[in-house]
């Protein structure tokens, strides 16, 4: 059996939903569909925590980021593969990946 196929963001929900990831630092990429975020935590101890939380995540919807750990800063970048670009499920993780670090950053 194949997988259901993943929608691209409409214009709508470009106008609206990703409005609200960067009113939380999200940033659109200019030189692909997909949206970037860095973290910078106190050491690496809670940015390997919170990493772990998320591939966690990841792994259960089956929906993976593309990051890069230095130490106590982490890179997140999402966009959907199957799609070639944004897709509800980046807008869905990115919104966990925010909750996740507050935890850490509060």
Not at 48 to 63: N, Q
Request: hydrophobic letters at 40%; aromatic letters at 12%.
């Amino acid at each position: 059996m194949s997988a259901a196929k993943v929608a691209k963001l409409t214009d709508e929900q470009r106008s609206i939903d990703l409005q609200a990831v960067e009113e939380h630092g999200w940033k659109v990429q200019t030189e692909r569909d997909a949206l970037y975020k860095e973290f910078v935590f106190r050491d690496f101890n809670e940015a390997f925590a919170f990493m772990t939380r998320i591939a966690l995540r990841a792994e259960k919807v089956d929906h993976h980021p593309e990051w890069f750990n230095v130490y106590n800063r982490v890179n997140i970048t999402l966009s959907t593969h199957d799609c070639k670009g944004l897709s509800q499920k980046d807008l869905d993780l990115a919104k966990f990946i925010d909750d996740a670090a507050k935890i850490f950053l509060s």
